[in-house]
């Protein structure tokens, strides 16, 4: 299905973009372990890693999602029938659902977009009308506008409302995920 390729492609995408942060956190804290060494202190590298590891964190939870490899205890889920279980995971995707459309519109309000268009992009006119300062917030040391490392919210967001809605077909369809047994005498 359609549905279900899109979901693994942009899970694909997810997990590289996150990998990818992942490096640039670990090159970032290095960096900065080096020039602090050498009492050549660069501050904007702290903050640069901060947003780079939140940004990586919210696109692999997204991918976890798609992949159905969240944190789970499922002891309860492993002692009902495959109906219970189905039940269980119709819950689960149900619920994940319910928060990506609520993060949805949480992110609509929060960088108002229609009104930004209806003020031709003019920030402090954008200001005066919502009294919303997303767009003016800069960050503390890199001196870049805050929202550019928020857009990370509606790109998780979408991602978690396609994985929430391509896992809910593969749930209704009788698809439920077999429990991850792992070996613990290695």
């Given at each position: 299905?359609?549905?279900?390729?899109?979901?693994?492609?942009?899970?694909?995408?997810?997990?590289?973009?996150?990998?990818?942060?992942?490096?640039?956190?670990?090159?970032?804290?290095?960096?900065?372990?080096?020039?602090?060494?050498?009492?050549?202190a660069?501050?904007?590298?702290?903050?640069?890693?901060?947003?780079?590891?939140?940004?990586?964190?919210?696109?692999?939870?997204?991918?976890s999602?798609?992949?159905?490899?969240?944190?789970?205890?499922?002891?309860?889920?492993?002692?009902?029938?495959?109906?219970?279980?189905?039940?269980?995971?119709?819950?689960?995707?149900?619920?994940?659902?319910?928060?990506?459309?609520?993060l949805?519109?949480a992110?609509?309000?929060?960088?108002?977009?229609?009104?930004?268009?209806?003020?031709?992009?003019?920030?402090r006119?954008?200001?005066?009308?919502?009294?919303?300062?997303?767009?003016?917030?800069?960050?503390?040391?890199?001196?870049?506008?805050?929202?550019?490392?928020?857009?990370?919210m509606?790109?998780?967001?979408?991602?978690?409302?396609?994985?929430?809605?391509?896992?809910?077909?593969?749930?209704?369809?009788?698809?439920?995920?077999?429990?991850?047994?792992?070996?613990?005498?290695?």
């Amino acid at each position: 299905m359609i549905l279900h390729r899109l979901s693994d492609g942009w899970a694909r995408i997810e997990m590289f973009a996150a990998a990818v942060l992942a490096a640039a956190v670990s090159g970032l804290i290095l960096y900065n372990v080096a020039t602090r060494a050498m009492r050549r202190a660069v501050f904007w590298v702290d903050e640069a890693a901060i947003y780079a590891m939140v940004a990586m964190a919210f696109l692999a939870a997204s991918a976890s999602i798609a992949r159905r490899q969240a944190v789970a205890i499922t002891l309860i889920v492993d002692m009902v029938s495959v109906r219970g279980q189905r039940l269980f995971w119709l819950f689960v995707d149900l619920v994940t659902l319910g928060c990506a459309v609520l993060l949805l519109w949480a992110c609509w309000i929060w960088f108002d977009p229609l009104t930004l268009i209806a003020v031709d992009f003019d920030l402090r006119a954008f200001r005066r009308e919502t009294f919303n300062f997303i767009y003016a917030e800069p960050t503390s040391t890199l001196g870049m506008p805050k929202f550019w490392f928020w857009l990370v919210m509606p790109v998780f967001t979408l991602g978690l409302t396609l994985h929430a809605v391509s896992n809910l077909v593969k749930t209704l369809s009788g698809d439920i995920p077999t429990p991850v047994v792992e070996d613990s005498k290695s």
